[in-house]
């Protein structure tokens, strides 16, 4: 990706190093599959992280390397800054005003308005404060634990992220999640997973946006492909428990993650990302 020395985001909020709340040990590699399966890139948190923190605010220490988590900082409000022109212009043409959302950067564990957010959940959009939440070693633990890696896998994740606020916006976010109230578990599910992957189409146009301006490299657009392919339900529950079960699924598959993202890259057009009139 060409990223460095392009335009950075101001809608960031650096909460790293300060008292976050939800510390404790890091889970090992299936406690964290385990995790992503049921929250991995979450909208609604209730029920997941969405109860009180039952330890004091603690100070959390990067296991970063310094130099890299300065890279994906900068690589981070880049790419925000490319999703806010990306969906500017995108509203702009269609007579609407595209309001950011912001970036907060943590470290462990953080407080939000949808409870307390810990960073082996994967980055995640907490649709009552309109934020995306992202602890910068995500970047590690796609690359050693989900196989995933490079800047532009890495995008993808903020991207997709962006998404859901974009979803926020529209009131599809809101409505979905009313309609799952009175929903059984089964159709519950069947929304969240129509919801991750319109996410991942919505992530889709920001790739075309990004292909237009030439921000992609070769190998960029299939590293984010591998990206969503790699945190497909039914990947993640191979490898936690050996066998998949597609009624459990949240988020969707492998296949189709990557079939909406490619829908959004090829198009670049919003409507293209009607999963809901899908089957």
Request: charged content about 20%; some cysteine.
């Amino acid at each position: 990706m060409k990223w460095q020395g392009r335009a950075r985001s101001s809608n960031v909020e650096d909460r790293r190093g300060s008292g976050g709340g939800g510390g404790g040990k890091t889970p090992g590699l299936i406690g964290i599959i385990i995790l992503l399966v049921g929250a991995y890139y979450g909208v609604d948190l209730s029920g997941v992280v969405g109860t009180p923190s039952l330890g004091s605010a603690t100070a959390q220490q990067s296991t970063l390397d310094s130099k890299l988590e300065n890279r994906l900082e900068e690589l981070s409000q880049v790419v925000l800054a490319d999703t806010e022109n990306a969906w500017k212009d995108y509203f702009a043409k269609h007579g609407q005003r595209y309001t950011p959302t912001t970036l907060v950067l943590y470290t462990g564990g953080t407080q939000t308005a949808c409870g307390t957010g810990q960073a082996a959940m994967g980055p995640f959009y907490c649709p009552s404060d309109k934020k995306v939440y992202l602890d910068l070693s995500f970047y590690e633990d796609m690359r050693t634990k989900l196989g995933a890696s490079g800047d532009a896998a890495f995008a993808y994740v903020i991207a997709h992220e962006v998404g859901h606020h974009v979803q926020n916006l529209l009131g599809i976010l809101p409505q979905v999640h009313q309609a799952q109230q009175g929903a059984g578990k089964k159709q519950a599910n069947a929304l969240s997973v129509k919801l991750e992957l319109q996410a991942d189409c919505f992530a889709g146009i920001w790739g075309h946006y990004a292909v237009n301006q030439q921000i992609f490299e070769a190998g960029d657009i299939e590293k984010a492909m591998a990206a969503a392919a790699s945190v497909g339900d039914d990947r993640l529950q191979q490898q936690a428990q050996g066998y998949a079960v597609p009624d459990s699924f949240t988020h969707g598959s492998s296949a189709d993650r990557m079939k909406w993202l490619q829908r959004g890259l090829q198009g670049g057009d919003i409507n293209t990302c009607n999963t809901f009139a899908a089957s």
